[in-house]
């Protein structure tokens, strides 16, 4: 099954404890990328790649970082995490960026930080 | 200024009605126009998407673009109960050094009354 595989689904963690998320998709996608989704302010990009070993800031980079070694896996770190991190994330990955080629999620990673 | 502008509802229709969500965008050289649907709790699922002016149908949905206008709206016709969810509307922009940023709207919350 074509998808992409996000975990943990939850996680609490306290302040300042280094955390990985985990994304990893099965459909060759050159393209994938993390986004935020907070009440009000929708979905934000953190990060993006084009490829392997491309990656770029999106809007929200802050306090995140990510790594693009395999063309299947784009996992999100975060070295300190603090309460305003506390959000729901998703992976989203997509074939590339020609006309109608739109995002596959992951199913997700409420992370709560305290 | 927000550049993908949606109302945030709910909005609520009687089941069997049409359910009309609307979406407006401020980058003027956006090329592709998606609609993806988020159910409580789960991730953005993509529905339509669409590039050229006129109407796009896809069963009971059909996507409408206006590039002139900047608005794009997506019609849900023969609503039912299982249609409630969050439609997010999301523009891809023009390609800058490789990349098309995509930009989601907040998303607008349905709600289909039996």
């Known amino acids: 099954e074509a998808q992409v595989t996000q975990n943990p689904r939850y996680l609490i963690t306290v302040t300042g404890k280094k955390l990985t998320v985990t994304c990893s998709q099965n459909?060759?996608?050159?393209?994938m990328s993390w986004y935020r989704q907070d009440p009000g302010l929708g979905l934000r990009q953190i990060y993006y790649?084009?490829?392997?070993?491309?990656?770029d800031k999106g809007d929200v980079p802050e306090g995140y970082k990510v790594s693009r070694k395999e063309k299947r896996n784009f996992p999100l770190i975060l070295e300190s995490p603090s309460p305003n991190q506390t959000s729901l994330y998703f992976c989203a990955s997509s074939l590339s960026l020609k006309q109608g080629n739109g995002y596959t999620f992951g199913s997700g990673t409420r992370l709560t930080v305290v | 200024q927000k550049e993908v502008e949606q109302n945030s509802g709910p909005l609520s229709v009687p089941e069997g009605a049409i359910a009309s969500l609307n979406c407006t965008y401020s980058?003027?050289?956006?090329?592709?126009f998606f609609w993806y649907r988020q159910y409580s709790g789960k991730s953005p699922e993509l529905i339509m998407f669409i590039y050229s002016n006129g109407d796009k149908e896809d069963g009971r949905f059909t996507a409408q673009l206006n590039k002139a206008s900047q608005y794009v709206s997506l019609l849900i016709r023969d609503s039912q109960p299982s249609d409630s969810a969050t439609y997010l509307c999301a523009v891809k922009g023009e390609r800058s050094g490789g990349y098309q940023k995509v930009t989601f709207g907040i998303g607008t919350k349905l709600q289909v009354i039996p």
């Open positions: 459909m060759n996608h050159e393209y």
């Open positions: 980058d003027r050289g956006s090329q592709s």
């Open positions: 790649s084009m490829n392997v070993e491309v990656t």
